[in-house]
């Protein structure tokens, strides 16, 4: 096994030197725990690299890439190198890879002052030509240079990690953003789409769309996010104000609650059709379900979101208005079993309405203890007389008894303890 002090010794013997870059760097000044390493060597030829590692794996192919094994981890080895736009998107760049270039070239290159450091090795002495450090320090996110706007989905990732980070962003940096617009209207959806999955896997994933919408960014990149500014709603219900504010909140309050990106995209999502309401409607939102499994399918026709996305948005969009209003028990257990054949988990499922209404009904609390109790009825204890589609008739009306005696045995021992507590005062 090739360690790294290795690995460096053989870089250097042919002349090179090697540095470590990337978000393993810029969370070792955080304070954070830092992930996987990626290295940078400059002033050594490609081929030399080849000679010295032969094991070594190339994969990249607008520019030298290569994963190497060091201290038995499989690392990305990037060779120092200059960019000059030449055209349109992530794809119109003209890239130099050879020795001369120099790491204060490469560093320049980079998006972000807390992405611009390196440290060099093996002396562990850090290279800050851009001001990284000061700007982790101050929990800011301030772009290197103009060429931040060369890659326009560079404003995403910046609004992505002031979400993840908790950093605020430089005013010039959104002006960057801003700039992209144009050209983000243009980028490839499945790389809108990566950032979004990022951002929801962050510890407040409102800060990411806050961000886009202050740089004007949000309706090229999510449009139907945007259709909900302004989208006013009752007072009485929701004091936070209009619709997208509200989704903000509901969203944070899932990520607070669950880990699953699931739940949040469908936090997210749940409100929907309200920006499609018709002006006159509001500040009512009446069948706002209907109309956003409408721009669900839309959003997914111009995306192609993940197929459990998808499926999951839409019971939940379906579900969210009438899951805490239903108190018929036939009802009641029909959404039990479907949320439970869901893509949603159940933990899942109730994270969400209670996102969106701050509470949740007695069957939704105990809906694990219930269903397990449903489940003890099955279609072998159907009398043999009956046949066919009645069997599944039999056991629905048997399922629905056992929510019923549970519902009776809560309500009798919510009763029983109110009057011992009164009867001890």
Same mark, same amino acid.
């Given at each position: 096994?090739?360690?790294?002090?290795?690995?460096?010794?053989?870089?250097?013997?042919?002349?090179?030197?090697?540095?470590?870059?990337?978000?393993?760097?810029?969370?070792?000044?955080?304070?954070?725990?830092?992930?996987?390493?990626?290295?940078?060597?400059?002033?050594?030829?490609?081929?030399?690299?080849?000679?010295?590692?032969?094991?070594?794996?190339?994969?990249?192919?607008?520019?030298?890439?290569?994963?190497?094994?060091?201290?038995?981890?499989?690392?990305?080895?990037?060779?120092?190198?200059?960019?000059?736009?030449?055209?349109?998107?992530?794809?119109?760049?003209?890239?130099?890879?050879?020795?001369?270039?120099?790491?204060?070239?490469?560093?320049?290159?980079?998006?972000?002052?807390?992405?611009?450091?390196?440290?060099?090795?093996?002396?562990?002495?850090?290279?800050?030509?851009?001001?990284?450090?000061?700007?982790?320090?101050?929990?800011?996110? !301030? $772009?290197?240079?103009?060429?931040?706007?060369?890659?326009?989905?560079? /404003? &995403?990732?910046?609004?992505? *990690?002031? %979400? @993840? +980070?908790?950093?605020?962003?430089?005013?010039?940096?959104?002006?960057?953003?801003?700039?992209?617009?144009?050209?983000?209207?243009?980028?490839?959806?499945?790389?809108?789409?990566?950032?979004?999955?990022?951002?929801?896997?962050?510890?407040?994933?409102?800060?990411?769309?806050?961000?886009?919408? !202050? $740089?004007?960014?949000?309706?090229?990149?999510?449009?139907?996010?945007? /259709? &909900?500014?302004?989208?006013? *709603?009752? %007072? @009485? +219900?929701?004091?936070?104000?209009?619709?997208?504010?509200?989704?903000?909140?509901?969203?944070?309050?899932?990520?607070?609650?669950?880990?699953?990106?699931?739940?949040?995209?469908?936090?997210?999502?749940?409100?929907?059709?309200?920006?499609?309401?018709?002006?006159?409607?509001?500040?009512?939102?009446?069948?706002?379900?209907?109309?956003?499994?409408?721009?669900?399918?839309?959003?997914?026709?111009?995306?192609?979101?993940?197929?459990?996305?998808?499926?999951?948005?839409?019971?939940?969009?379906?579900?969210?208005?009438?899951?805490?209003?239903?108190?018929?028990?036939?009802?009641?257990?029909?959404?039990?079993?479907?949320?439970?054949?869901?893509?949603?988990?159940?933990?899942?499922?109730?994270?969400?309405?209670?996102?969106?209404?701050?509470?949740?009904?007695?069957?939704?609390?105990?809906?694990?203890?219930?269903?397990?109790?449903?489940?003890?009825?099955?279609?072998?204890?159907?009398?043999?007389?009956?046949?066919?589609?009645?069997?599944?008739?039999?056991?629905?009306?048997?399922?629905?008894?056992?929510?019923?005696?549970?519902?009776?045995?809560?309500?009798?021992?919510?009763?029983?303890?109110?009057?011992?507590?009164?009867?001890?005062?």
């Amino acid at each position: 096994m090739m360690t790294e002090n290795e690995f460096v010794r053989k870089v250097r013997d042919r002349g090179g030197r090697a540095f470590l870059v990337g978000g393993w760097v810029r969370d070792q000044f955080r304070g954070e725990a830092p992930h996987d390493k990626d290295y940078m060597i400059s002033g050594m030829a490609e081929s030399d690299f080849a000679a010295q590692f032969p094991e070594a794996r190339k994969v990249g192919r607008s520019f030298p890439v290569y994963l190497v094994y060091i201290d038995g981890k499989e690392c990305e080895v990037a060779f120092a190198r200059r960019e000059y736009k030449a055209g349109s998107g992530y794809r119109g760049f003209v890239v130099e890879s050879d020795p001369s270039v120099t790491v204060e070239e490469d560093l320049f290159r980079r998006d972000t002052t807390m992405n611009s450091l390196a440290i060099e090795l093996p002396f562990g002495r850090c290279l800050d030509y851009y001001g990284g450090r000061k700007d982790i320090r101050a929990r800011r996110i !301030r $772009a290197v240079s103009a060429h931040f706007c060369e890659d326009p989905v560079r /404003a &995403l990732r910046a609004a992505r *990690q002031a %979400a @993840a +980070f908790q950093f605020s962003i430089t005013e010039e940096t959104i002006a960057f953003m801003r700039s992209c617009r144009d050209e983000l209207a243009q980028e490839p959806q499945e790389r809108l789409l990566g950032e979004l999955k990022r951002a929801l896997q962050t510890e407040k994933p409102s800060v990411f769309f806050e961000m886009l919408r !202050r $740089a004007d960014l949000l309706s090229v990149t999510f449009p139907e996010i945007a /259709a &909900l500014i302004g989208r006013t *709603q009752p %007072a @009485a +219900f929701h004091p936070e104000g209009d619709a997208y504010c509200h989704t903000m909140m509901v969203v944070d309050q899932v990520a607070k609650d669950t880990p699953s990106v699931l739940a949040r995209f469908c936090g997210l999502v749940h409100d929907l059709g309200k920006g499609t309401t018709p002006r006159d409607m509001e500040p009512h939102h009446y069948g706002h379900e209907q109309r956003g499994v409408d721009v669900l399918q839309k959003w997914n026709r111009r995306m192609t979101l993940p197929r459990n996305w998808m499926q999951g948005g839409v019971f939940l969009i379906r579900q969210h208005m009438r899951a805490p209003r239903l108190t018929k028990a036939g009802k009641i257990v029909r959404l039990l079993l479907d949320a439970e054949r869901s893509v949603l988990s159940l933990s899942e499922f109730c994270a969400v309405i209670r996102a969106d209404h701050h509470s949740l009904p007695i069957y939704l609390e105990r809906a694990e203890e219930i269903i397990e109790r449903m489940h003890t009825v099955n279609g072998r204890d159907c009398p043999r007389e009956i046949r066919g589609h009645e069997v599944g008739k039999w056991l629905l009306d048997r399922q629905i008894c056992v929510y019923r005696d549970f519902l009776v045995r809560e309500v009798s021992g919510r009763n029983i303890d109110k009057s011992s507590e009164s009867s001890y005062n």
